[in-house]
């Protein structure tokens, strides 16, 4: 399915170093990659205007031309025609925000709620793992208190599964 309109992404960077950020590049993934445009980011702020032709999917934005590793993904499904977008990028594995009617919004919401259940997660796997008695009242609630926090997870990326359909 084709993009019905055109499809505006705009946004701004904040908390940068002036002149830390120039050029920004949006990628479809396909085996490889392939750059469908290019911006330049100017008072912080960036637009891309995609021609409606442009293929639903995930692409990338990167907004670094020296470290692979400074993106963010961008969900385009043809149905929106404007994607804006406010992002932190000094702060480490902080999340893009999206406007409320973005699918991009939507999912990055998931993914932050997850974030949150998966770090309680690990510090409790931790734990159990190295805690040298199984039977104590601690260990016990530690380990109720894990399921529990797998039960949420499951729910959810369950309630992610509903508002996608």
Known sequence: ??????????????????????????????????????????????????????QPGVYRLKYSTTNPNKYFDIIINGMETLIEVTYKCNQPNTLPNFNLQSENYIYYSFLEHQIKYLETLSISQYFLQNYPNSKETIYKQVLKNYYRQCEKINKIEKEYLKKKE
């Open 1 to 54: 399915m084709l993009a019905n309109n055109k499809i505006i992404i705009q946004g701004k960077f904040l908390e940068i170093e002036p002149h830390e950020i120039h050029f920004l590049k949006l990628e479809q993934f396909e085996i490889g990659s392939k750059i469908i445009a290019t911006t330049t980011v100017e008072n912080e702020s960036f637009k891309f205007e995609l021609p409606s032709n442009t």
